[in-house]
C-alpha cells in the first residue's frame, strides 16, 4: 500500500520538466528526488529546498571549522543552489521568496572566497542605486577577457557556476549580475526591455576593474539569452554573444506558457494586473533589433524546448547581421539543459577563440 | 496510448539502482534516462550503451578537428563511461562485453592527454606480466603524494574519475589501476582475495617514478573497498587508506546478492560453476585481517546499501588497529553514490592531511 499524497498539477510539472535544469546546474540528482517528492503541492515547494539547503551549509560549517575551505565552498554553493530553487518561481508568496532569496545570496556569498577561481562581490553603480554582480577570475598570467553572464526570468547570478564553469577552464574571467527585474534587483528595480542600459553599466564598471582585459563578452540564457543580443544590438563594446534558448518575441506564445511564468513576469516587471504583464511583455521584441547586433553571434535551441520554440534561435541567427553560428540540438530542451554537453564546452570553445582573435 | 514496451526484471532493477552511480560518475541524468528507456530486455543493454558513447565520442572527434582539445578530453571520457557502463555487468554475453570494455579503454586512451590534469598509461611489471594503471599529477610545484584507485567487482580504471577529481583539487596524484579480475586484467588475471600483492607490484612501480612523492594513499570502492583494508593490512607501505562500501565478508549475505553480480564474480574469478564461485568468495573475509591494518582508516557506509550492509564498515573500523574515522551516511546507498557530497570532499581532505603529514 502506498500511503504517499500525490503531488498536486503543479509540482507534477515541475518534477516532470526541471530535473534536467536542477542537476546540470549542480543539484545532486538524490536531493531533487527525495526532494521533490517531498512537495505535496505547491505551497511547500520552497520551504522544502530551503530544508534541503540547510543540509548542505551545514555540511559548509562543518568543513570551515575543519579549516577545509575548498569543500566549504563546494557545499556552500550547493547551500545556495538549494535557496535559489526554492525561491525561483515561487512569486505568488512574495515574503517567503525574499527570504528564501536572500539566504541563496548570503550562501553563495559564504562560498565566494573558497570558490576556484575565487568570486569577488561587487557593486555596479546604476542610476542612481546599483547592480550587484560576481566577479571570478581565474588564476592566468595576464588580465583575462571576461564575459557578462545574464540569467533569465527565474535564474540569478546564483545559479550561472555551471555555465561559468567551461569559461574558467579556459582562463576567461565572467561576472555574474543580477539585472533589473533579477536576484538582488527584484525587489526595487522593475525587468526592463532595454537590457542594453544595464549592461552598459556593467561594461563601464568592467573598464574600472584592473583584473580584467577590456574584451568583454556576453552569455545570456533563456530570457537572458533574449536581453544578450539586444544589447549585442546596442553595446557596441560588446566583442561576442552566446545566445541559448532566447526568445525573438515574448509575447508570440504567451498564452501558452505556464501560468507561474506569467506570474513570474508581473511580479518581476512590478505589475498590477495579468492585462499590464501581457502588454508589457509585447515589448520584449526583438524585432529590427536583432539585425542590428553586428558583433559575432552563437545561438543555440532546442527542437523540445516547450518555453521558447527553436525557430526564435533560427531567426535570432538569419536576421544577425554579423558572424554567425546557428546550432539547433535535436531534442534540446529549454536552455538545452538536457544535453549540456551539446553546447557548453561548444560555446566556451567558441567565446574563447572569439575573445582572443 | 502508450504502446512502449514494459522493460524486463532485470533492467527495471537497473534503471531503479544504478542511477545514483551513473550520474554521480559522470553519465548525464538524460542519457541514462533516454538509454535505460531504449533497453526493453537486458540483452540490449551493452550495445544501447555502446550507440551512446558513440554520440559522445563524436562529439570529441569534432572538437579534436577544431583543435579544441580540453572539449575533446571531456567528450572522450564520457564515451568511455558509456561504453564501461554497457560492458560492466554483462557478463553473461563475454564477446559483447569484451568488444564494448576495449572500446571504454581506447576512448579513455584518448581522452588522457587531454584532461586536466591529463593522464598517462602506465605498465606496471607483475608476475611475468603487466597490471595497467593511468597516473594523474595535478601541476604542482612539488611531486606530490599519490593515491591508489582501487575498483570494485564491475568498476574499473575509467570509471575512478569523479572520486579522482577531489584529490586532484587538493594537490594529489592518483594512480587508478585494473587489478587482477578487473578491466584489462579480466581475461588473463582472475580475481585474487590477497589483493596485498598487486598492490605492492603498483607501490613497487610507484618508486620508480619521479614525478610522484614516495607517500601512498589508497582509496577503494565497493569490493575495492574491501580489498584496500587487506591491501593495507598487508602493505606496510600504504600511509592512508580509504574504504568506501566494503564487505567485511562477502559471503555473508552471498545468496541475497543479485544473479548478476554473483555471475560477475564467476566470470571475473574465472570459475566454471556457481558452487565453485560461493566457495571462492568465503576467501574474501577480513576475519583476523582488518586488525592487522595500522595506517590511518576512512571507513565509508551507507544505512540504505542494498549490497554490502553498513554493518560491516562498523565493523572493520572496530576492528582497524590504526586511528580510524567511521562515517555511517544515513539513507547512503552502495558506495554513498547518491550522496557523493557526502564524503567524497571529506575523503579527500582527510586523505590530503594524513599524506601530508
Known amino acids: 500500500m502506498d500511503s504517499t499524497p500525490a503531488a498536486d498539477e503543479r509540482t507534477s510539472a ?5 530535473a534536467p535544469r536542477f542537476v546540470s546546474n549542480g543539484i545532486p540528482l538524490h536531493d531533487f528526488t527525495v526532494t521533490t517528492a517531498s512537495v505535496h503541492e505547491w505551497s511547500q515547494w520552497c520551504a522544502r529546498w ?13 568543513a570551515l571549522t575543519d579549516g577545509h575551505t575548498r569543500s566549504a565552498g563546494e557545499h556552500l554553493r550547493r547551500a545556495a543552489l538549494c535557496y535559489h530553487f ?5 512569486v505568488e508568496h512574495t515574503d517567503e521568496m525574499f527570504a528564501a532569496h536572500a539566504q541563496a545570496v548570503a550562501a553563495y556569498n559564504r562560498a565566494l572566497p573558497h570558490l576556484d577561481p575565487p568570486g569577488r562581490r561587487i557593486e555596479i553603480p546604476y542610476q542612481g542605486s546599483h547592480l550587484v554582480g560576481v566577479l571570478r577570475v581565474p588564476d592566468v598570467p595576464a588580465p583575462p577577457p571576461v564575459v557578462v553572464m545574464v540569467a533569465g526570468l527565474d535564474s540569478t547570478k546564483e545559479e550561472m557556476g555551471a555555465y561559468e564553469e567551461h569559461l574558467h577552464q579556459r582562463g576567461l574571467a565572467t561576472l555574474a549580475f543580477d539585472g533589473p527585474g533579477q536576484g538582488e534587483a527584484q525587489r526595487h ?13 556593467v561594461v563601464d564598471h568592467l573598464a574600472t576593474l584592473p583584473e580584467v582585459a577590456q574584451r568583454v563578452g556576453i552569455y545570456g540564457v533563456s530570457l537572458g539569452g533574449h536581453y544578450v543580443v539586444r544589447a549585442t544590438a546596442f553595446e557596441p563594446r560588446i566583442a561576442a554573444c552566446a545566445s541559448i534558448s532566447g526568445s525573438y518575441r ?6 501558452g506558457r505556464p501560468p507561474m511564468t506569467r506570474a513570474a513576469y508581473r511580479v518581476r516587471a512590478h505589475l ?3 492585462e499590464a504583464t501581457a502588454r508589457f511583455v509585447e ?19 532546442g527542437t523540445a524546448d516547450r518555453l521558447t520554440p527553436h525557430t526564435a534561435g533560427i531567426r535570432i541567427a538569419d536576421e544577425a547581421a554579423g558572424p554567425t553560428v546557428l546550432d539547433v ?21 567558441w567565446m574563447n577563440h572569439r575573445l582572443r582573435s
Open 14 to 18: 515541475a518534477i516532470a520538466h526541471w
Open 50 to 62: 530551503v530544508e534541503r539547503g540547510r543540509v548542505h551549509e551545514e555540511l559548509g560549517d562543518q
Open 86 to 90: 526554492g525561491a525561483f518561481l515561487f
Open 189 to 201: 528595480l522593475p525587468m526592463r526591455p532595454d537590457f542594453e542600459v544595464p549592461v552598459g553599466a
Open 250 to 255: 515574448v509575447a508570440d506564445n504567451w498564452e
Open 272 to 274: 498590477a494586473s495579468d
Open 283 to 301: 515589448r520584449l521584441d526583438l524585432s529590427g533589433v536583432a539585425g542590428r547586433a553586428t558583433a559575432p553571434l552563437y545561438v543555440v535551441a
Open 329 to 349: 540540438v535535436e531534442g534540446g530542451n529549454h536552455v538545452v539543459n538536457n544535453m549540456p554537453y551539446r553546447y557548453r564546452p561548444q560555446v566556451a570553445d
